[in-house]
């Protein structure tokens, strides 16, 4: 069974960092693309940031550039989101995607999911 199993979450002060790990068991994450969604309370789940299979090229959403970064880690089948700087609008549930056609930019798109992990930001 195909599963994405994100991790990492937690509770974080303003300006404070969190790195969140989206790890695949029952493939490999080799040939998919991988995004990052999130989604906060009230609100549409909306893209983050994506990187393709080669690790070639990222993508950002414009209210994370400069604060995120995408990277991946193909031997340990994991990809992760560096998040610095945070902000309490980055309080949200965070969801890694894969596909292995295209780029996961689309909140709804028919992608795998994760379940998400909380990413809560407060004083």
């Known amino acids: 069974q195909l599963q994405l199993v994100e991790s990492g979450g937690g509770l974080v002060q303003p300006g404070g960092s969190l790195r969140l790990s989206c790890a695949a068991s029952?493939?490999?994450?080799?040939?998919?693309?991988i995004g990052w969604f999130r989604q906060a309370p009230g609100k549409d789940r909306e893209f983050v940031a994506a990187?393709?299979?080669?690790?070639?090229?990222?993508y950002y959403a414009a209210s994370v550039k400069g604060r995120f970064t995408i990277s991946r880690e193909n031997a340990k089948n994991t990809v992760y989101l560096q998040m610095n700087s945070l902000k309490p609008e980055d309080t949200a549930v965070y969801y890694c995607a894969a596909d292995r056609s295209v780029v996961p930019t689309t909140a709804t798109g028919r992608y795998y999911w994760g379940q998400g992990t909380q990413v809560t930001v407060s004083s």
């Open positions: 990187i393709r299979w080669s690790g070639t090229s990222t």
């Open positions: 029952g493939f490999t994450l080799d040939y998919y693309a």
